[in-house]
């Protein structure tokens, strides 16, 4: 019995665990809304599920061969109450779920800002084959692999891509967002902890899309002043030759920093005329 005990229960373990740095485990506010509503719809469709297993259990054991006291009613064919409440059911999940999705889906519109009295941090997002390219505008700096975000400070992402589409993702920060080129789409996020959480492609797009990943840093703010400091002394320039190198199908193997960024390269990477300066460059 322990050893079975064991292997049922260890898949529901491993399940847990692979949670801990996940969509259950959110640190900022879009995170922590998403899960509230994965547990809201779990505990809808569990209302469901759960009856209809005890029933199911239910009429099998009562209906048993050996039950005497069963009674078995070959001629019953319709009943209307039972009709009712079997339709009505179903229709009363797909209105809370459909409520749900709603309402959820406005309060946590990608583009909408949200609630802060801190004013947000731009950050500009390229996605490359296979790596990410941000770039922070305000302070005319750029990373490569590597996002580093000030806590409790609201964070406006411009979001686009060199080739072809792309998911930018950061599970514990919440909402995916395609990046798609020649488009620009937008995402506010907010990580409320310090610490270095995952980020990654969660869509297909190519060979190296399985390594495409990213570490976001969210520090304080004084660490956050000295880091930007430091990518202007020891960074180099991005300007678009350098891009254009960078735009070339690579392994998203480590980080780097550009002290020096050309003022519009997103726009023009956005717009769609980077990408095609570098596949003539590459023809």
């Not at 490359?128 to 964070?155: C, H, K, M, Q």
């Not at 909402?175 to 310090?194: C, E, F, K, R, V």
């Amino acid at each position: 019995m322990p050893a079975l005990r064991t292997f049922v229960l260890l898949p529901a373990l491993l399940g847990l665990s692979s949670c801990s740095v996940g969509v259950l485990d959110p640190r900022g506010p879009v995170g922590a809304a998403e899960r509230i509503i994965l547990y809201d719809a779990t505990a809808i469709m569990l209302a469901v599920v759960v009856p209809v297993i005890l029933l199911t259990l239910g009429f099998a054991w009562w209906f048993r061969a050996g039950n005497r006291r069963a009674r078995y009613l070959p001629g019953w064919d319709y009943s209307g109450r039972i009709e009712m409440i079997t339709w009505s059911i179903p229709m009363l999940v797909i209105f809370f779920l459909g409520g749900l999705a709603w309402t959820s889906s406005h309060d946590l519109d990608p583009p909408r800002p949200l609630d802060s009295s801190r004013r947000p941090l731009e950050v500009q997002v390229i996605a490359l084959d296979w790596r990410w390219l941000f770039i922070y505008p305000e302070a005319g700096i750029a990373s490569l692999n590597r996002l580093t975000v000030p806590v409790g400070v609201p964070i406006h992402f411009r979001i686009t891509s060199s080739s072809v589409m792309n998911s930018f993702f950061i599970p514990q920060l919440g909402s995916q967002i395609y990046a798609m080129p020649g488009m620009t789409t937008q995402l506010n996020l907010q990580a409320d902890h310090a610490g270095t959480y995952q980020g990654l492609s969660s869509q297909f797009s190519g060979e190296g899309f399985s390594d495409m990943r990213f570490n976001v840093v969210a520090v304080s703010a004084g660490e956050f002043d000295e880091w930007i400091t430091g990518a202007r002394i020891q960074g180099g320039t991005l300007d678009p030759s350098t891009y254009a190198l960078l735009a070339r199908p690579a392994k998203a193997i480590g980080e780097a920093t550009y002290g020096d960024v050309e003022p519009r390269l997103f726009d023009t990477v956005s717009s769609g005329h980077a990408t095609l300066k570098s596949h003539h460059e590459d023809h």
